[in-house]
């Protein structure tokens, strides 16, 4: 006899489970966000909009993850991570379940940690948490369509991570994504490689990430074991045959205020199946502040400024400049409400689906499929995230 096994059905097995863990082990923990705004954007495609936005200051999502203790310094771990719409119920990713990292590995205390299977890069992992993506949060303090990965939308399938102990405040992380496609191992493969130095008031960190198509589709294509997010920023250049990335950040605590500095550089390189004939480049140059005012009230701020160089036929390559804010209440350790608001101007041109089009604005990456019809568009939300 057979039998059917829905998300629902693993869900609830998988929960029973972690309940089984907890009381006999205690060493699987259920984990997850929900988050939840009021948006006000000025223009959504010349329209303004009040709507009701999930995932801004934290993705909504629940995990399950875990550890066994083999003895020796040595410990097997697994994460399970699947993200949600708080609105609606929905996988945030049609089709996946586990949309966000579902991997397992080994961890050892003096040789370090190997991972397998769905994972963030340690070009994210390791810059992201210095930039304004997690300062602000990726929804209004990305940068321009978060083209540069540096927030949450890169994940790679098939993936294998080392990630180095630290030693004297440094460490390093490795990845390489097999593509699976038999006879063109190095199509659609993802590689991706950081370091990290943190002492004291200052951390810095510089990564790279190439992501190769398979050269089999007119698009980047979805087998790849990468994907990038596409916006009005970028859409021209969806087809690239690979995308690399190299960013570097630095933060610096002197009592309760932080400071920092990012850049990114982009290249969209051009191939016999892309719809562009010459490689695209784009940088971001960024700043940040924040202050901890109390223990429950902080602020922060950050300005970004994107520009692309002149190919493909743009004589007026675009800008784009980024101011953004955030406000964040601790209720407690698990609660907070948060006030966000960003605006972007973007001038010159870009590359589009059919050809050169004017830049228009694309605030963080909360508008990836919304852009302003414009030149100009404001972002403000209001909201509650809750951590469990």
């Known amino acids: 006899m057979k039998y059917a096994v829905t998300n629902r059905t693993l869900i609830f097995a998988l929960s029973l489970g972690a309940a089984t863990q907890l009381h006999a082990q205690s060493n699987v923990t259920l984990y997850g966000t929900v988050d939840n705004a009021i948006s006000y954007v000025n223009n959504q495609g010349g329209h303004a909009n009040v709507a009701l936005r999930q995932g801004n200051l934290y993705a909504s ?5 875990g550890n066994e203790d083999l003895g020796g310094g040595t410990s097997a771990i697994f994460d399970l991570q699947a993200g949600f719409d708080a609105n609606t119920g929905a996988n945030s990713s049609s089709g996946l379940l586990f949309n966000r990292q579902a991997y397992a590995g080994l961890k050892n205390e003096r040789y370090g940690t190997i991972t397998f299977g769905r994972q963030y890069t340690p070009y994210m992992s390791f810059v992201g948490p210095l930039a304004s993506s997690s300062w602000l949060t990726g929804a209004t303090g990305a940068h321009p369509g978060d083209y540069d990965g540096l927030d949450t939308t890169v994940r790679i399938n098939n993936a294998v991570t080392y990630t180095s102990p630290v030693f004297g405040g440094l460490s390093a992380s490795v990845l390489y994504g097999f593509s699976g496609l038999a006879g063109s191992m190095g199509k659609g493969q993802t590689f991706s490689g950081a370091l ?14 190439r992501l190769d198509n398979t050269e089999r589709t007119a698009n980047f294509d979805p087998n790849a074991t990468g994907s990038f997010a596409v ?5 021209g250049y969806a087809s690239a045959r690979a995308v690399q990335n190299v960013a570097a950040a630095a933060n610096y605590t002197v009592g309760d205020f932080t400071f920092g500095l990012n850049y990114t550089n982009v290249e969209y390189l051009a191939g016999g199946r892309t719809a562009f004939a010459d490689t695209a480049v784009f940088n971001t140059y960024g700043a940040l502040a924040a202050w901890r005012i109390t223990p429950m009230f902080d602020l922060a701020g950050a300005f970004s400024y994107t520009l692309a160089a002149k190919s493909n036929g743009i004589a007026s390559a675009a800008r784009y400049q980024q101011y953004s804010l955030k406000q964040s209440w601790h209720l407690s350790k698990r609660t907070t409400l948060y006030a966000l608001q960003a605006y972007q101007r973007a001038n010159g041109q870009t590359l589009g689906a059919n050809g050169i089009v004017d830049a228009v604005a694309t605030v963080g990456d909360s508008q990836n499929g919304t852009p302003s019809s ?15």
């Open 196 to 209: 990290r130095y943190s002492t004291g008031p200052l951390s810095v960190a510089a990564g790279y990430l």
């Open 61 to 65: 999502k629940f995990g399950l993850r």
């Open 231 to 235: 916006s009005a920023v970028n859409r």
């Open 374 to 388: 414009t030149q100009a568009q404001f972002v403000g939300m209001a909201g509650i995230s809750l951590l469990f």
